[in-house]
């Protein structure tokens, strides 16, 4: 999704946002930092990786961006960011467009890799290289 993006503006925010009801398994630090190396690998200069505890709308307000887009896999994921992009237009004018995920790709869900990963799979097709040892790691402990 990030690529596809970097090539359709001229600056894509990668943007973590930091949801308070959610126990990630990463810190909002480490999410941003795994994020920066898995785009490095590729690299990608008109990405910018950071975060936000704060409405998203207000970020973009913040940058200058006017699109939020967002990846869908399945007809599930449309009904649930609908709902937030009519609250982001309503709130701060910010337009959402939705691209559907790669086909090849579609069926990956964190939930889905965790649980690969917990029971000892292999990972390496699933997430970014930089991505594995690191989610393997988390998950001895």
Request: aromatic fraction near 4%.
């Amino acid at each position: 999704m990030i690529e596809r993006c970097a090539l359709l503006f001229d600056q894509v925010h990668v943007v973590v946002a930091v949801n308070a009801a959610k126990k990630p398994m990463f810190t909002e630090d480490e999410r941003v930092s795994m994020i920066r190396a898995a785009l490095s690998e590729d690299g990608y200069p008109n990405v910018v990786v950071s975060s936000t505890d704060g409405l998203i709308t207000d970020y973009c307000a913040r940058v200058g961006a006017k699109v939020i887009v967002k990846g869908l896999r399945q007809n599930g994921d449309y009904e649930a960011e609908l709902g937030m992009a009519l609250v982001n237009k309503q709130l701060g004018g910010v337009e959402t467009m939705f691209l559907p995920a790669n086909p090849l790709k579609e069926h990956i869900s964190s939930s889905i890799v965790k649980d690969v990963a917990r029971h000892g799979g292999d990972v390496s097709e699933l997430v970014p290289r930089s991505v594995a040892p690191r989610l393997i790691e988390v998950l001895k402990k």
